[in-house]
């Protein structure tokens, strides 16, 4: 919706700092070896041989500059960019460094519905990258929201959302966020948005959901244009999609692992797992076995691979 506005810029998810850019500043640390005892007792390889820090750090701005550079200009209207990436909640820090003008959009959504989505992705069109486990799943979870929400305590500007408010309140969730990003737009022109970008006025049109995607590149010239999404990208996005999923060991393991989060962000009451303890007992037992079959084989592949 916010890259439908002549003035954003947004491209398909970039992975540029979660990706290239976290990457090669990860190689440049390890090359560099800090430490005068590793200098003197390992062979030294890498750039750091040829660039200095500075030359280097250069390098990357000049690299994130272009990339940002050339989605800017393949829309002409365009004033700023919207990086939509959610793995970017990762590296606050390493964004704010390279782009300290940058502002950060935090769109939250009940947890419970998110890992039913990761969990429906896990076996169709999201099984490369989607935890198929529903504790990884919880933990994924929590750790980009946590991640994110450090934009804010780190004195970014940072404006927190939740998804439900755009079915209750669209227009003017959509109003508060033009605002954000110093874009001015009328009440009028943000419910006409919401209404085009609705679910069901999007699977009603033949094209594709993210029209106001910009393309280029390789995708580009191999596709002649914007790729088709794959079967099952657009879920049905309802609310509360996981009461009819979910069984007492799906409500233990959230709570165990991020039902505190949960709470703070106002989703749940103490008592909506409704196990009793007896369940939660077991629960746990079971939970304590898995992890420790997992540790035995870990270290018994730790060995093997020694000897």
């Known amino acids: 919706m916010l890259g439908a506005h002549p003035a954003i810029a947004t491209p398909q998810e970039t992975d540029l700092f979660s990706g290239?850019?976290?990457?090669?500043?990860?190689?440049?640390?390890?090359?560099l070896r800090e430490a005068e005892g590793d200098w003197r007792q390992r062979r030294f390889k890498g750039l750091p041989s040829v660039l200095t820090q500075d030359e280097f750090d250069g390098f990357v701005h000049?690299?994130?500059?272009?990339?940002?550079?050339?989605?800017?200009?393949?829309?002409?209207?365009?004033?700023?960019?919207?990086?939509?990436?959610?793995?970017?909640?990762?590296?606050?820090?390493?964004?704010?460094?390279?782009?300290?003008?940058?502002?950060?959009?935090?769109?939250?959504?009940?947890?419970?519905?998110?890992?039913?989505?990761?969990?429906?992705?896990s076996r169709g069109w999201g099984r490369s990258w989607a935890p198929k486990r529903f504790d990884e799943a919880v933990q994924?979870?929590?750790?980009?929201?946590?991640?994110?929400?450090?934009?804010?305590?780190?004195?970014?500007?940072?404006?927190?959302?939740?998804?439900?408010?755009?079915?209750?309140?669209?227009?003017?969730?959509?109003k508060r966020l033009f605002d954000f990003c110093l874009i001015d737009v009328s009440a009028e022109d943000c419910s006409a948005l919401h209404?085009?970008?609705?679910?069901?006025?999007?699977?009603?049109r033949r094209d594709q959901p993210g029209t106001s995607i910009v393309w280029s590149g390789e995708v580009e010239r191999r596709f002649g244009g914007a790729p088709e999404e794959p079967e099952g990208f657009l879920g049905k996005g309802k609310r509360g999609a996981w009461k009819g999923a979910w069984g007492p060991y799906e409500r233990w393991c959230f709570e165990r692992f991020a039902g505190d989060l949960l709470a703070d962000l106002g989703y749940a009451t103490a008592d909506w797992t409704r196990t009793g303890l007896l369940?939660?007992?077991?629960?746990?037992?079971?939970?304590?076995?898995r992890l420790w079959l997992r540790q035995a084989l870990k270290t018994a592949k730790s060995k093997l691979s020694a000897i």
């Not at 990339?67 to 820090?93: C, F, Q, R, W």
Request: hydrophobic share 40%; net charge positive.
């Open 279 to 289: 369940q939660r007992t077991a629960y746990s037992t079971r939970e304590a076995g």
């Open 20 to 31: 290239y850019v976290e990457g090669w500043r990860r190689i440049w640390a390890d090359q």
């Open 62 to 121: 000049r690299f994130i500059t272009e990339v940002y550079g050339k989605i800017m200009n393949l829309k002409p209207s365009a004033t700023t960019v919207l990086d939509k990436d959610p793995p970017h909640s990762l590296y606050v820090e390493l964004i704010r460094r390279h782009l300290p003008q940058a502002r950060f959009i935090h769109l939250v959504r009940d947890g419970r519905d998110v890992v039913s989505s990761l969990i429906a992705a």
């Open 195 to 204: 209404e085009r970008f609705a679910l069901d006025s999007v699977r009603s």
């Open 140 to 174: 994924m979870w929590k750790t980009y929201v946590l991640a994110a929400r450090r934009a804010e305590r780190l004195g970014n500007p940072y404006l927190e959302i939740r998804y439900e408010d755009l079915f209750d309140d669209g227009p003017a969730v959509l």
